[in-house]
């Protein structure tokens, strides 16, 4: 009796697990295939040699933010957005045109009491690229600031959520 219980309970606990991987990798396969839609598009494109990041980024609309180096070695940023239609080109920024992620994240720092950055995301906003820094505050509410990405400048503030 007490092996049918034994057996029983590791039987259900490798179902269990098992269960749970498929879930976790089937609810990442979407992102997943869009981010790799979005590198595929900028080498179709020819607009990057070679590809060291990829971000999906939420705002007004949707978009992945891909960066890499151009053809030159510069450092750029290609913003995709999925459209239905193929583009001959997507909107580009050259990264040292602009102030770093570190800059932004400064920036809110000092503007902010920040307990915990969750995230520092490049993407764009009404034609403009702009920094998205996501951090909780000390009283652990949800905050987003955007800065302008060329000069860091505040564009939006949403605080404490």
Same mark, same amino acid.
């Given at each position: 009796?007490?092996?049918?219980? !034994?057996?029983?309970? %590791?039987?259900?606990?490798?179902?269990?697990?098992? +269960?749970?991987?498929?879930?976790?990798?089937?609810?990442?396969?979407?992102?997943?295939?869009?981010?790799?839609?979005?590198?595929?598009?900028? #080498? #179709?494109?020819?607009?990057?040699?070679?590809?060291?990041?990829? /971000?999906?980024? /939420? @705002?007004?609309?949707?978009?992945?933010?891909?960066?890499?180096?151009? $053809?030159?070695?510069?450092?750029? %940023?290609?913003?995709? %957005?999925?459209? @239905?239609?193929?583009?001959?080109?997507?909107?580009?920024? =050259?990264? %040292?045109?602009? +102030?770093?992620?570190? $800059?932004?994240?400064?920036?809110?720092?000092?503007? /902010?009491?920040?307990? =915990?950055?969750?995230?520092?995301?490049? @993407?764009?906003?009404? $034609? /403009?690229?702009?920094?998205?820094?996501?951090? !909780?505050?000390?009283?652990? !509410?949800?905050?987003?600031?955007?800065?302008?990405?060329?000069?860091?400048?505040?564009? =939006?503030?949403?605080?404490?959520?």
């Amino acid at each position: 009796m007490l092996n049918w219980v !034994k057996f029983i309970s %590791a039987f259900l606990l490798t179902l269990i697990t098992v +269960i749970v991987i498929f879930i976790f990798v089937n609810a990442y396969k979407p992102i997943g295939d869009l981010k790799e839609w979005a590198e595929n598009e900028v #080498r #179709r494109t020819q607009q990057v040699e070679t590809v060291y990041d990829v /971000q999906p980024y /939420q @705002g007004t609309s949707s978009l992945v933010t891909v960066f890499g180096k151009n $053809d030159t070695g510069e450092n750029i %940023a290609v913003f995709v %957005a999925k459209t @239905g239609e193929q583009q001959s080109q997507y909107k580009e920024v =050259k990264l %040292a045109d602009g +102030i770093t992620a570190e $800059d932004a994240m400064e920036a809110v720092k000092k503007d /902010q009491k920040v307990d =915990k950055v969750l995230h520092v995301l490049l @993407g764009m906003e009404k $034609d /403009q690229p702009i920094w998205e820094v996501a951090f !909780k505050n000390q009283n652990g !509410k949800l905050n987003y600031m955007y800065l302008n990405f060329e000069n860091g400048d505040w564009t =939006k503030k949403i605080l404490n959520l």
